[in-house]
């Protein structure tokens, strides 16, 4: 498991109830507008990655690619997830910085 930074930011974001994860109900926070950063897992299916890129890039939604679907599904306590999506502001500047820094962990 990866060690500080973002996933550190992934767990404090999910134990304030901001972080929404699975494909409908990250489309549904897209759709809303809720979403302020997308992660997408780096082993999410060719099909997965294309329809979240339109998705993002059609209502000005970041996101970004990090992670394995089982370290995501981790931090969403489920055994894999291939998508998640930030749902406060803060929380994804941070994360955002956190990747910035090269700090992936």
Request: hydrophobic fraction near 45%; charge should be positive.
């Amino acid at each position: 498991m990866r060690g500080g930074g973002v996933t550190q930011m992934l767990f404090l974001a999910r134990r304030a109830g901001r972080v929404v994860g699975g494909d409908r109900a990250v489309r549904a926070a897209i759709q809303r507008g809720s979403a302020k950063l997308v992660l997408l897992a780096t082993n999410a299916s060719g099909r997965t990655k294309r329809t979240f890129l339109f998705w993002t890039r059609s209502m000005g939604v970041p996101v970004v690619t990090w992670g394995l679907k089982e370290e995501l599904g981790r931090i969403m306590n489920r055994a894999t997830c291939a998508v998640m999506a930030i749902t406060d502001e803060n929380f994804s500047q941070g994360i955002l910085k956190h990747l910035e820094r090269g700090d992936s962990g």
